[in-house]
């Protein structure tokens, strides 16, 4: 197995990205709307076409990782320079409200957006390659994720509950954002340099592979998907997401529109879901390595599913215990499904270095991160079509049944069925230990 450090130092980098991801989501159009002056149509279109960008250059940043090769290795370097940009982007962002005057705003903005969409870019890719050329070890890249899972829990409570915490803590309005920005932004350079000084022993493996053009962004996506279980991953990730996308934009109309509580109990049930998905990985890993990845996966969407169902059970009122055992099967399902999705990534980059002999993890990084952020921008997408077409008017106080019967299905029904989908795609998926060991045998004949 892999050494702590090692293991913790890998996983804590993820807190950078997960960290400002949370943030982002959560405050970012907010604060343009309020602080910047901005309005919210022209907000949204900014970050709109800054998610187009950030989704179409994860193939080219992981062409140029796998082409770097340096004395920090291949992906390390850009683990440091995007952990730099990540930083000192987040920290422009939300002190743009000092050029809320300027006549060149929304230029400003846009930059500023895109440099936040580099950075995001320039670690991840590399980052999410990193963990196959680690360890070849099935079950270890298993414990080696779990880490990973536990720190974007802590992104997420730290983005949902702390950052509101500290625009609050510094002031709130302008100033508030300010020192917010500025204290999680130093908490994002010690993860990422953790990260990075802690895996500077790791043992990468060290295959030298030739060097290939692999062509335009189409062609490398046309590559990646040549790699069979790498393209039925990606099928899992796509229902599975964007289930969860629908999931997570019904939960606002459900508490405040159906259950008639405040955000207050948004709140409360993002801190017990994120607290049981950070505790449960040590149990995961037991149970994944016990009775294997694919039956992980189906335990894992038992439990989420359970839970996501009940929430078409919710009536005005509804009790802090129910919104906490929600929030504890909906968690440790999510840190299940999470951690068997992120453990099966390298599981199928080392089979595609196995069967073709080349090293392509930061294409195939690329392109996996290219989907992520893609069904997360298609989920809320699908939320509005589905609730305009029965007539949701936010104007209204009351809204009608056909309204309410669509916020039950968006938030318990229609992400089980995507689920339901994903766990198929599970079983065609056919990459396992005993898999991979029979390729690598065959390589080395």
């Not at 320039?122 to 070849?136: C, G, H, K, Q, R």
């Not at 104007?395 to 995507?418: C, K």
Request: hydrophobic share 50%; net charge neutral.
């Amino acid at each position: 197995m892999l050494p702590f450090k090692t293991k913790f130092g890998w996983g804590i980098g993820t807190l950078t990205v997960s960290l400002m991801f949370q943030a982002n989501g959560l405050l970012l159009l907010v604060y343009l709307t309020d602080y910047v002056n901005m309005q919210a149509a022209t907000a949204g279109l900014l970050i709109g076409l800054s998610k187009i960008y950030d989704a179409v250059t994860d193939p080219v940043m992981g062409r140029i990782s796998d082409r770097t090769n340096s004395r920090w290795g291949k992906r390390r370097p850009y683990v440091l320079l995007g952990t730099l940009m990540c930083a000192m982007s987040f920290l422009l962002l939300f002190n743009l409200a000092l050029f809320a005057e300027s006549e060149n705003i929304i230029l400003i903005t846009l930059v500023a957006l895109i440099l936040n969409a580099t950075g995001y870019t320039v670690f991840n890719v590399p980052y999410l390659a990193m963990p196959s050329e680690i360890t070849d070890d099935y079950d270890a890249r298993t414990d080696l994720m779990s880490y990973r899972v536990m720190a974007v829990a802590a992104g997420q409570l730290g983005g949902s509950a702390l950052g509101p915490a500290l625009v609050v803590y510094f002031g709130s309005g302008v100033s508030g954002h300010t020192g917010m920005s500025l204290s999680l932004a130093l908490i994002m350079i010690v993860a990422g340099f953790a990260c990075v000084w802690m895996t500077k022993d790791a043992p990468f493996a060290r295959r030298v592979t030739e060097k290939k053009d692999e062509g335009s962004f189409l062609k490398q996506f046309r590559t990646a998907f040549q790699v069979k279980p790498f393209a039925i991953l990606l099928g899992v990730k796509v229902t599975q997401l964007t289930g969860f996308a629908v999931f997570l934009g019904s939960l606002p109309y459900l508490f405040t529109r159906i259950m008639d509580l405040s955000y207050n109990y948004l709140g409360f049930y993002f801190l017990i879901q994120g607290s049981v998905m950070f505790v449960s990985q040590p149990l995961w890993v037991k149970i994944v390595n016990k009775v294997g990845k694919k039956k992980g996966y189906y335990l894992a969407s038992l439990s989420w599913g359970l839970g996501a169902l009940s929430w078409m059970l919710a009536a005005p009122g509804e009790s802090d215990i129910l919104i906490a055992l929600r929030g504890c099967f909906l968690g440790f399902g999510a840190g299940g499904l999470l951690l068997v999705g992120q453990s099966m990534l390298p599981d199928t980059m080392q089979y595609d270095k196995e069967t073709t002999g080349q090293s392509r993890e930061g294409i195939l990084a690329g392109v996996y991160t290219t989907v992520e952020k893609l069904s997360f921008a298609i989920g809320p997408s699908i939320l509005g079509i589905m609730l305009g077409m029965v007539g949701y008017n936010a104007l209204l106080e009351s809204q009608s049944d056909t309204v309410i019967n669509m916020v039950y299905f968006t938030a318990g029904g229609f992400p089980v069925i995507t689920l339901l989908v994903s766990c198929f795609f599970i079983m065609i998926y056919n990459v396992d230990e005993e898999s991979l060991k029979e390729k690598g045998k065959k390589e080395n004949e």
